[in-house]
């Protein structure tokens, strides 16, 4: 009877764990200009392009129906899936890619050590209930100065952890190099500088925990904003909001109305 029953636990387990189709970087080559315009209307991931070759993300059945006979092809990497869980395997204690949560909890851990220059808000919640978090960087943090303006901004595709640590780090030189390092000291007293280093919350932790070379946000939160009658918090709408608070300052060489238009036309996915 035991027996039985660690079977139809293990049977229930695999029907219920998630099934993703096998992703590989495939690379196209001997690649002419129409070849390139015939690809470019399939909306293919592509990692890298030149003149005569692209590096493209493709499942199994992509590689049967769209490659196979038709272009000169090689696998580059067989399971993208599994070579992301290898690298994240290798990290270290000291040298890890943050999640939202070792985000969150680091942004608060400045906004609370440095109150003179650091404040912390959540400019809106994502989909998924998450917030989103904006460190703003200035002499005077809790007003609103009009000063020239500076957005930074990371992770408005899931997949790409890399760029929550630009801005992470950006933050990191601004704080420690305030009082030290002249020109850092003069930028941060005389600029408002605006950190959001994760756009795209959901989408993060989704291709963290997940189908780890997700590119987009997940697809509940896809479903949640086309069929949700309230204002969500997407990534171009982050992008938007982050340009309310570019229009009061002032930056040089570019009118205030050009700044926020710049922030907002930002396309993310």
């Known amino acids: 009877m035991k027996r039985i029953f660690?079977?139809?636990?293990?049977?229930?387990?695999?029907?219920?764990?998630?099934?993703?189709?096998?992703?590989?970087?495939?690379?196209?080559?001997?690649?002419?200009?129409?070849?390139?315009?015939?690809?470019?209307?399939?909306?293919?991931?592509?990692?890298?392009a030149g003149k005569?070759?692209?590096?493209?993300?493709?499942?199994?059945?992509?590689?049967?129906?769209?490659?196979?006979?038709?272009?000169?092809?090689?696998?580059?990497?067989p399971d993208l899936d599994r070579y992301v869980t290898k690298i994240i395997h290798s990290q270290t204690k000291e040298a890890k890619y943050f999640t939202y949560q070792t985000m969150t909890d680091a942004l608060k851990t400045y906004a609370s050590k440095f109150p003179k220059i650091c404040r912390l808000e959540s400019i809106g919640k994502s989909c998924e209930k998450r917030d989103i978090w904006a460190l703003k960087?200035?002499?005077?943090p809790e007003k609103n100065e009009k000063e020239p303006a500076a957005c930074v901004m990371g992770a408005?595709?899931?997949?790409?952890?890399?760029?929550?640590?630009?801005?992470?780090g950006t933050i990191k030189s601004l704080i420690d190099g305030y009082g030290k390092d002249p020109e850092v000291t003069r930028l941060v007293n005389e600029r408002e500088i605006w950190v959001i280093p994760m756009v795209n919350p959901d989408g993060v932790t989704y291709s963290q925990t997940k189908e780890k070379?997700?590119?987009?946000?997940?697809?509940?939160?896809?479903?949640?904003?086309?069929?949700?009658?309230?204002?969500?918090?997407?990534?171009?709408?982050?992008?938007?909001?982050?340009?309310?608070?570019?229009?009061?300052?002032?930056?040089p060489g570019m009118s205030r109305k050009?700044?926020?238009?710049?922030?907002?036309s930002r396309k993310c996915s």
Do not use: C
């Open 258 to 264: 050009a700044l926020a238009l710049r922030i907002s």
């Open 52 to 77: 005569t070759f692209i590096e493209v993300v493709l499942d199994e059945n992509q590689i049967k129906t769209i490659v196979k006979g038709k272009y000169k092809f090689s696998v580059i990497v």
């Open 213 to 251: 070379y997700w590119r987009r946000p997940p697809l509940s939160s896809l479903s949640q904003a086309a069929s949700s009658k309230l204002p969500v918090a997407t990534p171009k709408r982050t992008s938007a909001r982050l340009a309310s608070r570019a229009r009061t300052s002032s930056t």
């Open 6 to 48: 660690v079977v139809s636990f293990l049977f229930a387990a695999i029907l219920l764990s998630p099934v993703f189709a096998v992703k590989s970087l495939v690379r196209l080559e001997n690649l002419s200009t129409q070849d390139h315009k015939t690809l470019s209307k399939l909306n293919l991931d592509v990692a890298k």
């Open 137 to 140: 960087i200035s002499d005077n």
């Open 156 to 168: 408005h595709h899931s997949r790409e952890w890399i760029s929550v640590e630009v801005p992470m």
